[in-house]
């Protein structure tokens, strides 16, 4: 028996083509499996750190907490934006990283040119820096995958 058959599920013309097993997103195969992974660290990473500042320190550098706190969520949601298949799940990824490359710049620009406003670190502080410059190659990259992986691209 085929995976599709196991599945049970079809889509209104009876293909089993949407079933659980059959249905896994392109941009969760190949080289997206690396960068869902390293979202997904981003993500994590980046959670606990916002998480702990400002549950301890909020006060010496609120600005810089809650960019921290907003990267946490760009990040989670682009790990399961890009791990999930579908249109909907495509165009949350286009905004999620498109947002975290703007948040990158801004922050990285803002951080160096005005150093003032934040005290403390960012994961986008520097254009990432302390990171080594990952949060600012990341999103170039999951760009560039989402624009490979696009629903209904001809040739998948």
């Known amino acids: ?8 599920w079809t889509d209104s013309r009876g293909s089993a083509e949407v079933g659980l ?3 896994r997103s392109s941009r969760a195969r190949g080289p ?6 390293v979202y997904g660290i981003f993500a994590l990473a980046t ?37 999930r298949p579908g249109a909907r799940a495509y165009a949350v990824s286009v905004v999620a990283v498109s947002l975290e490359l703007v948040g990158v710049l801004a922050v990285g620009v803002l951080s160096i ?7 403390s670190d960012t994961v986008w ?16 990259l999951g760009l560039l995958w989402l624009s490979r992986t696009r629903p209904g691209r001809a040739g998948r």
């Open 47 to 83: 959670t606990a750190r916002a998480g702990f500042q400002i549950a301890t320190k909020f006060s010496e550098a609120p600005l810089a907490y809650l960019l921290s706190a907003v990267a946490a969520v760009v990040y989670i949601v682009a790990t399961f934006s890009l791990a």
């Open 21 to 23: 097993d059959t249905q």
């Open 113 to 119: 040119f005005d150093a003032q406003a934040f005290p």
């Open 125 to 140: 502080s520097a254009f990432g820096r302390g990171y080594g410059f990952v949060p600012l190659i990341l999103p170039v």
């Open 32 to 37: 997206g499996r690396l960068l869902i992974a």
């Open 1 to 8: 028996m085929s995976s599709r058959k196991r599945s049970g």
